[in-house]
């Protein structure tokens, strides 16, 4: 089929890759021209296992261009993969997807399906499809259809291709039957519905996991307390069937683009009816707090971090990624700075993300941070060490380094990456979540 993608980022440029492996001819269009012009040459903008290798298998069924008329004009299924960022307020901004609506309706000269793929609030596809017939230049008919998306950074190819469900919300025949011609090679599980309640899985599902990251978070938090440990305790509760081992991990929380800007939606929009969801509401203010959790465990050994020096071992909110998005360096390392800290970072591949977020803020400090591509030079002479990503650089580093090299061997663990039996014997002080 023939099949145009608004918007390249991982939303966008995943789903038109995964379509173009499954057969399909797609093209992408993206109104950053820099962008357009890395994937022409084959180049991903993103960083995503897997997703440059299949993009340059499919190089003759993907085309990318910044021109939306050519994009949509003859497409028998435009997918909207655009960005909803959240306003101050909490809610979704629509702006892109709304904008995009519209030069579908200025650009299409035949039937055709639209399908959201950005997460939207419940409702919105009622109004796209609405902004899109009333504005349409031709006699032709349009039908609007939610699909929301169920990947994960890191592994997004992966989650896209083998599936564990896929969603449709559809209000006709018509836009079902086009839509299972889209998927009718990817060998997963369907789920055909209305509208509504498709744009309500989406927010469900992620919201849902966010609460049981906060969850084990408050459990790990206690057990610190009590001298349990959560590792133990997430164990035992993994082997039920009605809870499952998933998103059982305790640490300094959940980050990324999805759970941070999804929960506080849902809790918008739930106000907006007059009503509260206290379990969201929770989940929230639950992972706000954790972000700091390692500053508050550094307070036992110092008072301030003036004049310190301060090893920061990974800056993005999860491995497998470059995504900085919400990650705890970037509630916790202006902190650091504010009190005076001299910054050593490393990450795999996050610090060029973290130097161009940071070229845009306030901060002071700025030039107390220096950057190493690896660890041993990180904690060299290092006050104290802060991991906040789990890469398996990380994980798989020789802990008796961090004696060795550190000046004061003073290792706070946020995503729990050692063993307490690594830490036994040695010559470190390493404090971790949930673990005594």
Request: with cysteine.
């Given at each position: 089929?023939?099949?145009?993608?608004?918007?390249?980022?991982?939303?966008?440029?995943?789903?038109?890759?995964?379509?173009?492996?499954?057969?399909?001819?797609?093209?992408?269009?993206?109104?950053?021209?820099?962008?357009?012009?890395?994937?022409?040459?084959?180049?991903?903008?993103?960083?995503?296992?897997?997703?440059?290798?299949?993009?340059?298998?499919?190089?003759?069924?993907?085309?990318?261009?910044?021109?939306?008329?050519?994009?949509?004009?003859?497409?028998?299924?435009?997918?909207?993969?655009?960005?909803?960022?959240?306003?101050?307020?909490?809610?979704a901004n629509l702006t892109y997807v709304y904008n995009v609506a519209k030069q579908i309706a200025e650009s299409i000269e035949n039937n055709c399906i639209v399908v959201i793929k950005s997460t939207v609030p419940i409702g919105t596809n009622d109004k796209v499809e609405k902004l899109i017939q009333d504005n349409v230049k031709h006699d032709i008919a349009v039908h609007v259809v939610s699909n929301p998306e169920f990947l994960a950074q890191g592994t997004a190819i992966k989650d896209t291709l083998y599936a564990s469900r896929i969603v449709i919300g559809i209000e006709c025949e018509y836009a079902e039957k086009v839509m299972r011609e889209v998927y009718k090679d990817y060998d997963v599980p369907i789920l055909v519905m209305?509208?509504?309640?498709?744009?309500?899985?989406?927010?469900?599902?992620?919201?849902?996991?966010?609460?049981?990251?906060?969850?084990?978070?408050?459990?790990?938090?206690?057990?610190?307390?009590?001298?349990?440990?959560?590792?133990?305790?997430?164990?035992?509760?993994?082997?039920d069937s009605r809870i499952g081992n998933k998103f059982l991990n305790s640490g300094i929380g959940y980050g990324g683009s999805c759970f941070p800007k999804d929960t506080k939606a849902l809790h918008w929009l739930a106000n907006m009816n007059d009503y509260e969801i206290k379990t969201i509401k929770a989940a929230i203010e639950v992972n706000e707090q954790q972000k700091l959790k390692l500053i508050k465990k550094a307070k036992k050994y110092y008072d301030n971090f003036e004049g310190l020096t301060v090893a920061i071992l990974g800056l993005t909110f999860k491995p497998g990624t470059d995504d900085l998005r919400e990650a705890p360096s970037l509630v916790n390392i202006p902190i650091l700075l504010e009190d005076g800290a001299i910054i050593k970072a490393f990450d795999p591949v996050g610090v060029d993300n973290f130097k161009e977020s940071m070229k845009n803020s306030d901060i002071a400090g700025l030039d107390r941070i220096s950057y190493y591509d690896n660890i041993d030079e990180t904690v060299k002479d290092a006050d104290i060490c802060f991991i906040f990503t789990e890469w398996n650089e990380i994980k798989n580093y020789d802990v008796e380094k961090f004696g060795d090299l550190m000046k004061k061997a003073i290792v706070l663990d946020g995503r729990n990456c050692f063993k307490l039996s690594q830490m036994e014997n040695a010559n470190i002080e390493y404090s971790s979540i949930g673990r005594n």
């Open positions: 089929m023939k099949i145009a993608v608004a918007g390249t980022g991982y939303v966008g440029l995943v789903t038109a890759v995964c379509n173009a492996e499954m057969g399909h001819d797609v093209i992408c269009t993206d109104i950053d021209k820099n962008k357009v012009d890395m994937l022409k040459r084959g180049i991903s903008p993103i960083f995503e296992q897997d997703l440059q290798e299949l993009m340059q298998k499919n190089s003759k069924r993907l085309t990318y261009t910044i021109d939306y008329k050519l994009a949509y004009k003859d497409a028998e299924v435009i997918f909207i993969g655009v960005g909803t960022p959240e306003k101050k307020d909490g809610s209305d509208r509504k309640s498709a744009e309500m899985v989406k927010y469900a599902s992620n919201d849902y996991l966010a609460l049981k990251i906060s969850y084990i978070n408050e459990i790990a938090n206690l057990c610190e307390l009590v001298g349990a440990n959560v590792e133990n305790v997430a164990l035992g509760m993994g082997y």
